[in-house]
T-cell receptor
């Protein structure tokens, strides 16, 4: 069965620290997509990144980086030099090709990140 | 560019009253549309999705229903609200196998 696990419920760091948010997924499909979303206090989900199952290349975007490892079924997210504005709930999500390309997302429970000044 | 509008932003309704939440998408055609619910302090659960006008799929049994009367309009409804229907409701759209884009959400409190 498909599942996304974000074991870290809450993380608190001091500004400028690096922080890694963990995501582990389960799927029987060989073709799937992984996502990270940010939910600030306003509530809207903001798309951060999409990765397909055939592309294990790590990606860096400014202070954000993502480490995709199929061998461990993980898709971890690192924020370098964290800032107060990074405080939010972060969700990892999975979409399977088996779902018939409906684009349905399976979300983890989310990790609440608090960055203190 | 594409935009998604969802309203109202907040809603307080008594138990047993009806519900209608509306979501519209602009700047694209034939999108996949979704309704998700986020209970307090928890992740998002997919309630309904639609791949075309009049095509609705329900993911979980519940007190809610959805309709898609037009290509870019998605409505979430209930005839009689329950206390357990309280939560944060998010509408989203996507193209096939792409990332989903979310509306700003409706915070529903059933009292």
């Amino acid at each position: 069965a498909q599942k996304v696990t974000q074991a870290q419920t809450e993380i608190s760091v001091v500004e400028k620290e690096d922080v890694t948010l963990d995501c582990v997924y389960e799927t029987r499909d060989t073709t799937y997509y992984l996502f990270w979303y940010k939910q600030p206090p306003s509530g809207e989900l903001v798309f951060l990144i999409r990765r397909n199952s055939f592309d294990e290349q790590n990606e860096i975007s400014g202070r954000y980086s993502w480490n995709f490892q199929k061998s461990t079924s993980s898709f971890n997210f690192t924020i370098t030099a964290s800032q107060v504005v990074d405080s939010a709930v972060y969700f990892c999500a999975l979409s399977e090709a088996l779902s018939g390309n409906t684009g349905k997302l399976i979300f983890g429970q989310g990790t609440t990140l608090q960055v203190k000044p | 560019s594409q935009t998604i509008h969802q309203w109202p932003a907040t809603l307080v309704q008594p138990v047993g009253s009806p519900l209608s939440l509306e979501c519209t998408v602009e700047g694209t055609s034939n999108p996949n549309l979704y309704w998700y619910r986020q209970a307090a302090g928890r992740g998002l659960q997919l309630l309904f999705y639609s791949v075309g006008i009049g095509q609705i799929s329900s993911e979980v049994p519940q007190n809610l229903s959805a309709s898609r009367p037009q290509d870019r309009q998605f409505i979430l409804s209930s005839k009689k609200l329950l206390l357990s229907d309280s939560g944060f409701y998010l509408c989203a759209w996507s193209w096939t196998a792409s990332e989903a884009f979310f509306g700003q959400g409706t915070r529903l409190t059933v009292v």
